[in-house]
């Protein structure tokens, strides 16, 4: 999900870290900035070769790794650097004039590296650095790929959670949930309206969820999970759905950016023709709520 942010923190004292809290509040941080944190800690240098076959927007590498004084952080660096081109924080508690010589020295060759002595303020460098990161996810023209992906992703989910439900609840149920909504489709113009029909006859009901617009999976999907709500569940969340995430992709498919006093807007007009506008702090506010509702399925998932 493009609203991960995944962290590769080397160091064989990260349990100091843990124990702090560090973790919770970079978690925290990110979470401001509407991502959810991944940090995947590696203790032990030796088992780099296989965590590096994930991906990862942030790479933290202690420079005292506990190894031989051939076989430093900064050799575990520059390996790094041969198979990722994602950013590195390199650190060391080592605060002299001479260790830092040594690794700018040492590291002058290394792209996209940046690095920093002392622990005390490690977290807040880690956090400036993590911003920096973010800077392109945040421009708002890459702000509304990022929706329209995550949101398509939140459709599949859907889709599975109803294929498993309409299996599992009485035949006489489904067919009232159905015939109120094909009831409400066959009043309008629908390019599948003869599918529609077809599936309806046939009880088909998986074939005909496939077949209806975002906003009908998402109503037919709402009654299908009142019949028994589980435990767990967020159900007036749910009922926001169409509101927080499908009117919202819809917006963002048809928004463009503009310059307004120095301030740049996604700007465009919704479906009922009113014109809209969105901030950097209103598309993370969404971003936000896009995680709320991405939780809330995978409570059904």
Request: charged content about 30%; proline content about 1%.
């Given at each position: 999900m493009q609203l991960n942010y995944n962290i590769l923190w080397i160091d064989n004292d990260l349990q100091s870290y843990i124990d702090r809290g560090v973790?919770?509040?970079?978690?925290?941080?990110?979470?401001?900035?509407?991502?959810?944190?991944?940090?995947?800690?590696?203790?032990?240098?030796?088992?780099?070769?296989?965590?590096?076959?994930n991906k990862y927007d942030l790479i933290i590498?202690?420079?005292?790794?506990?190894?031989?004084?051939?076989?430093?952080?900064?050799?575990?660096v520059k390996k790094i650097r041969e198979e990722y081109l994602t950013e590195i924080l390199f650190y060391t508690g080592n605060f002299s004039a001479e260790m830092e010589e040594k690794l700018r020295n040492s590291l002058k060759y290394?792209?996209?590296?940046?690095i920093h002595l002392g622990r005390e303020t490690l977290s807040t460098k880690i956090e400036g650095t993590i911003?920096?990161?973010?800077?392109?996810?945040?421009e708002l023209n890459a702000t509304r790929g990022l929706i329209t992906s995550v949101t398509s992703e939140l459709d599949f989910d859907m889709?599975?959670?109803?294929?498993?439900?309409?299996?599992?609840?009485?035949?006489?149920?489904?067919i009232n949930i159905f015939q109120k909504t094909h009831n409400e489709i066959s009043k309008g113009h629908n390019k599948n309206i003869k599918e529609l029909d077809e599936n309806f006859a046939k009880r088909d009901f998986k074939a005909y969820f496939i077949k209806v617009v975002a906003f009908r999976k998402w109503d037919l999907l709402k009654e299908l999970i009142k019949i028994n709500i589980p435990n767990g569940?967020?159900?007036d969340l749910f009922k926001e759905y169409n509101n927080d995430v499908i009117i919202i992709r819809n917006k963002f498919a048809h928004a463009r950016a503009i310059q307004i006093d120095n301030q740049t807007y996604l700007s465009g007009f919704g479906a009922d023709g009113k014109p809209f506008q969105f901030n950097?702090?209103?598309?993370?506010?969404?971003?936000?709520?896009?995680?709320?509702?991405r939780d809330n399925l995978n409570v059904l998932l």
């Open positions: 973790f919770d509040q970079l978690k925290e941080f990110l979470l401001g900035y509407g991502f959810i944190a991944n940090i995947y800690p590696l203790f032990d240098s030796t088992e780099l070769k296989s965590i590096l076959e590498s202690d420079y005292d790794l506990g190894l031989d004084d051939n076989n430093t952080g900064i050799e575990l290394v792209d996209r590296i940046t911003k920096l990161t973010i800077q392109k996810l945040l889709e599975n959670i109803a294929y498993s439900l309409i299996g599992k609840i009485d035949d006489n149920v489904s569940f967020n159900y950097e702090d209103q598309c993370i506010e969404i971003r936000k709520k896009l995680i709320e509702h």
